[in-house]
């Protein structure tokens, strides 16, 4: 049986407590084992797309080797390591879903005459007369399951495939390259680039995703269907919530289970916040109570195998009815939310829609009679003091991250235009700090957030995720309906 030591790529993952296989127990695991081939491979739905992205990418770096680690596997705890997640330039360039990807995987577009050669590094499967496929806790096939061969991968995503033992002398041939650094520490310590233009690349590829194709817009109703779903899965549980001392974790938990039913995962950490965590903006902690009488603000997005991921936020009465105070805020930021929606459109500025939001809420918390200055006066550059109760910006780009394509430019992104095929978050906000002397204090520890998914059309915009109840008297039917 031969050993895998001689490659930097294939760790023996072997542990401490594990024990050491006999020359017997070797050489009779390497036999009796019947050809076990996948059928039935098609091409993946993304394959036509990531050609094109591919080689629209050639054509901005002729005769630059293009370097896009998928990245290695990140230790959790001692040799326990995190859910693997490839990165996402990675995921984009080659549509390999979560089910197929493979840690220390490395697309290559290597220069040739006709532009770039896609070449594609994988760990494939082990054969069984490498001692791999039992004894590799992070790569065996007996510890985490069936990989793809070569073959079977280039079938199924239109990549030419090269085993991953294979790359270090790849890469050491002297050609003009750019790499992604930071995902692959084999790679970073091969590729010798200057920084700046590392940098310069990663911009590029994040720039490219700004605006969606077809099968990415497919993807985002995917991942916002699932979160739908799993909206109805968490108000279901409220009553199993309230008699919990951590009842905002049995909330997350409804949601998680039904993001990795429907597709991969979480697209990021739920926020479930109930009473006043509901003013602390990135609440993931998730160990309060949940409260008859309290507002419960749930900031959660589904991702699909292809990394989509959906990022909306509801806030409801967790008893099924607001107060009339709860009800005051939740109709600023609703107003706020319809007029940042209005305000998405093509030729629009990127800064618009948050203008727009921002005005509903400077005039909202002045008739509150908690602005201390007039709401025109608030709303200059200079002053902005409606901001303590609003203080994140309305929105962002959405897509295979959550805050996607965030390494592109001010000048391509945030001072930009609006082009169909973009997606973002409409997202506005009213957070009302329990110690908040500036605020009556029946208001006091009241936060609200109202946050939708938008797609820009020729036309206008579609709300991808109107169907999930936001009016004040859709969610309380909503409530009633599913939290029995």
Request: aromatic share 8%.
């Amino acid at each position: 049986m031969k050993s895998v030591k001689d490659s930097p790529f294939k760790n023996k993952g072997t542990r401490l407590h594990d024990i050491p296989p006999s020359t017997d127990h070797l050489t009779f695991m390497s036999q009796g084992w019947a050809p076990s081939p996948l059928k039935g491979i098609t091409a993946h739905a993304a394959v036509p797309f990531t050609k094109k992205r591919r080689a629209k990418l050639s054509k901005a770096y002729k005769g630059v080797r293009l370097v896009i680690p998928a990245g290695n596997l990140k230790v959790r705890s001692n040799d326990s390591d995190y859910q693997f997640r490839a990165h996402s330039a990675f995921a984009w360039f080659t549509g390999i879903s979560a089910d197929d990807v493979v840690p220390d995987s490395v697309l290559v577009l290597e220069p040739s005459k006709s532009g770039h050669d896609a070449l594609l590094f994988i760990h494939p499967r082990s054969p069984r007369d490498e001692d791999e496929f039992f004894r590799n806790s992070r790569h065996g096939e007996f510890w985490v399951g069936r990989r793809m061969t070569k073959e079977e991968t280039e079938k199924r995503y239109g990549i030419k495939v090269r085993h991953i033992d294979t790359l270090p002398a790849f890469l050491k041939t002297k050609k003009k390259v750019l790499v992604v650094r930071g995902e692959d520490k084999i790679v970073d310590a091969i590729v010798k680039t200057t920084r700046v233009q590392d940098k310069d690349f990663l911009t590029h590829l994040s720039e490219m995703r700004l605006v969606k194709d077809e099968f990415e817009i497919s993807e985002m109703k995917k991942a916002i269907a699932t979160t739908a779903r799993g909206f109805d899965d968490m108000l279901k549980v409220f009553p199993e919530a309230i008699k919990s001392p951590k009842g905002e974790r049995v909330i997350e938990g409804a949601f998680f289970s039904r993001a990795r039913v429907e597709g991969n995962d979480i697209g990021y950490p739920s926020i479930v916040a109930s009473g006043s965590h509901a003013c602390i903006l990135h609440w993931i902690r998730n160990d309060g109570q949940v409260k008859k009488g309290d507002l419960i603000l749930i900031d959660a997005g589904a991702e699909t195998d292809a990394y989509y991921t959906a990022d909306i936020t509801r806030t409801v009465p967790i008893n099924g009815k607001f107060s009339k105070e709860q009800r005051r805020i939740y109709e600023i930021v609703l107003e706020a939310a319809d007029a940042g929606i209005k305000a998405v459109k093509p030729g629009a500025d990127f800064g618009d829609f948050h203008k727009a939001a921002m005005r509903v809420v400077a005039y909202g918390m002045a008739q509150l009679g908690v602005l201390p200055l007039p709401p025109e006066e608030s709303l200059k550059a200079t002053s902005g003091l409606h901001r303590r109760w609003m203080p994140h910006s309305t929105g962002h780009m959405l897509g295979i991250d959550v805050h996607d394509c965030a390494q592109a430019r001010r000048e391509n992104y945030t001072l930009a235009k609006l082009e169909p095929g973009m997606i973002l978050t409409v997202e506005p906000g009213i957070y009302i700090h329990p110690d908040d002397e500036f605020v009556p204090p029946e208001y006091r520890g009241i936060g609200v957030r109202i946050e939708d998914d938008i797609l820009v059309t020729k036309d206008g915009n579609i709300n991808l995720s109107a169907g999930i109840p936001r009016t004040p008297d859709a969610i309380e039917k909503w409530v009633k309906k599913l939290a029995r």
